[in-house]
């Protein structure tokens, strides 16, 4: 079997003990604790990953896109992805937010310049991305450096959004406190009349891109026993050599 098949099977196992009935904070702990699945999938061996993360990133990608466009598929998006962050004080946060383009230079994804996200990015770079594949039994875990890209780029990739998302950036002033959905709503509105449908809606200047040069790119796959299988790109800099090795689970 190739590297980049995979046969899965999630089984949940029965827990350990009864516990006590599903009612009431302890129940609902107990409930928690025997919550398990049993991983069955093949392995990934080192021999079979390419000398370049990027390359073997869009191997997994697309085998996750063409479980999301299978008749059952059960990955809703698989470019959805976790960012963390740190902010200078090194308090950490994440959120889910969705990759819009990958290449040898790195990920990139967009949000607006004054959220949350952004202003930790500015005070420190270093931040980490999470491709949480459950389905497949895969993670791909990236850690890097991000950094705005250029105006051409992002309002390139603005002209492409639909034209309720375009609106819907102008409309939020991202993770600063409002009122009410009201609102928000009223603002969209407002937008909505000023740039109907069919007219060009200019990029906002406090929103684009950034992208994420990777330092490590970890390839997680699931096994049973929670003997899972990690194997992890590394190097030094950005343009040192990419180092292939296995992590105990």
């Known amino acids: 079997m190739r590297q980049d098949d995979h046969v899965t099977d999630f089984r949940a196992t029965a ?40 390359e073997q990133f869009g191997h997994w990608f697309a085998a996750a896109a063409a479980e999301a466009a299978a008749d059952d598929g059960v990955i809703r998006e698989p470019n959805a992805m976790v960012v963390s962050t740190a902010d200078a004080d090194g308090r950490p946060s994440s959120r889910t937010v969705l990759l819009k383009g990958y290449d040898a230079r790195g990920f990139v994804f967009y949000t607006n310049y004054e959220s949350r996200k952004a202003r930790d990015i500015d005070a420190n770079p270093h931040v980490s991305l999470l491709f949480p594949w459950h389905p497949m039994a895969r993670q791909v875990i990236v850690a890097g450096t991000a ?22 950036a102008w409309a939020s002033a991202q993770s600063s406190v409002i009122a009410s959905r009201d609102e928000l709503d009223a603002a969209y509105a ?6 109907p449908e069919g007219e060009q809606v200019p990029a906002p200047p406090n929103w684009g891109g950034y ?39």
């Open 147 to 168: 950094e705005r890209i250029g105006r051409d780029e992002t309002v390139r990739y603005f002209r492409g959004r639909p034209h309720g998302s375009q609106l819907g």
């Open 190 to 195: 407002e937008l909505a009349a000023r740039y």
């Open 15 to 54: 827990p350990d003990a009864p516990g006590p009935a599903a009612s009431g904070l302890g129940g609902a702990l107990s409930d928690v604790a025997a919550m398990r699945a049993q991983y069955r999938a093949e392995g990934i061996a080192e021999a079979d990953f390419p000398a370049d993360p990027v």
């Open 211 to 249: 992208r994420v040069t990777p330092l490590t790119v970890e390839f997680w796959q699931g096994r049973t026993n929670r003997l899972h299988d990690r194997l992890v790109y590394s190097r030094a800099t950005p343009d040192a050599p990419w180092v292939l090795r296995r992590l105990s689970p």
